[in-house]
């Protein structure tokens, strides 16, 4: 606490003419906070509008106040990684491809007198729809690190309803206990929207970055 009724003289606290006066609601109940000039320590004094104490808060309060509320938003559209995706699912209108982690076979037990043992062999990506194909590990692996690195740069009240539309299904985590996020990415003109269900608007993508995503699936599949 500052001063425990600084209601005699605001001006001196910058509270007669605050920077900000942000209002937080909970159900009925609303309180507002009114911040004010700089005090000789750095931070800055504030007043809760309904009391006549003034107190004092960390002056990066103030940067919050004034981030918009998409600032607060989470940007990343994908939990799964490339290390944890089990599992992936893309549709791009009448065609539809699977992708599934094959694991490696455990290694052979050495022969007693074997200096060392031969390394791991390492799991494989297979591609099982519409039929049983090897892939390239390098290229597939691109795909699954610049689709799960996707993020919103911004976002949009109502989803595009016309446009390219892809359809991805990420199975990811521990198999006994495998999570799924599906996402439906749209594309029209320079805009591409990713949509998730349940939800009633969109996030918006780099195109950029979502053309690599689309180049990398054409090229693994063939795809148009």
């Known amino acids: 606490m500052v001063e425990a009724d600084g209601t005699k003289d605001l001006k001196k606290y910058g509270l007669d003419k605050p920077q900000a006066v942000a209002t937080i609601a909970a159900g009925s109940t609303r309180a507002s906070i009114a911040i004010g000039s700089k005090a000789e320590d750095g ?12 107190f004092s808060v960390e002056a990066t309060l103030l940067d919050d106040l004034k981030k918009k509320p998409d600032d607060f938003r989470v940007k990343d559209l994908f939990e799964f990684r490339s290390f944890t995706a089990l599992s992936l699912d893309a549709t791009h209108g009448a065609e539809s491809f ?73 199975k990811f985590g521990d198999e006994a206990a495998a999570r799924t996020e599906k996402l439906t990415f749209r594309e029209s003109g320079d805009v591409v929207q990713a949509i998730r269900e349940g939800e009633t608007g969109a996030a918006i993508v780099s195109k950029a970055d979502f053309d690599k995503v689309v180049t990398g699936l054409k090229e693994l599949t063939g795809g148009k």
């Open 43 to 54: 931070s800055l004094y504030a007043r809760d509008l309904s009391r006549p104490m003034v």
């Open 98 to 170: 699977s992708f599934a982690k094959q694991k490696a076979a455990p290694p052979a037990a050495s022969p007693a007198n074997a200096s060392a043992a031969p390394p791991p062999a390492a799991d494989t990506w297979k591609l099982t729809k519409p039929a049983a194909k090897d892939i390239d590990q390098g290229k597939f692996n691109d795909l699954l690190t610049n689709l799960s690195n996707l993020k919103a740069d911004k976002f949009a009240d109502k989803p595009l309803t016309t446009g390219e539309t892809y359809v991805f299904v990420a």
